[in-house]
Nanobody, 115 residues
Framework: QVQLVESGGGLAQVGGSLRLSCAAS????????MGWYRQAPGEQRALVATITSGRTTNYADSVKGRFTISRDNGKNAVYLQMNSLKPEDTAVYYCHVPYRGRAYWGQGTQVTVSS
């Protein structure tokens, strides 16, 4: 069983920054892909960014140039640095890891950007 614990959410001003962290339980996992999704009320959960074990990254067009995803393979952790925040970034952000045919999700962390 993989457990993902997120932190770093909160309230930010327009143009501000936040850094999200997600750590997986255990130290012997080998994750090919780790990523972040977000979901606003009444909206579908949408991909924000992914990163492979080789650190190849992929971003949604809406966050390119503003967000940076990174990972620490030794710590089984993934991070999301969010800069130049906009009101439309307001959502619950979820860490996601596919592993051994299953999808694991964090509990979600709220990000609110004031307009």
């Amino acid at each position: 069983q993989v457990q993902l614990v997120e932190s770093g959410g909160g309230l930010a001003q327009v143009g501000g920054s936040l850094r999200l962290s997600c750590a997986a339980s255990g130290s012997s996992f080998s994750f090919y892909l780790m990523g972040w999704y977000r979901q606003a009320p009444g909206e579908q959960r949408a991909l924000v960014a992914t990163i492979t074990s080789g650190r190849t990254t992929n971003y949604a067009d809406s966050v390119k140039g503003r967000f940076t995803i990174s990972r620490d393979n030794g710590k089984n952790a993934v991070y999301l640095q969010m800069n130049s925040l906009k009101p439309e970034d307001t959502a619950v952000y979820y860490c996601h890891v596919p592993y051994r045919g299953r999808a694991y999700w964090g509990q979600g962390t709220q990000v609110t950007v004031s307009s």
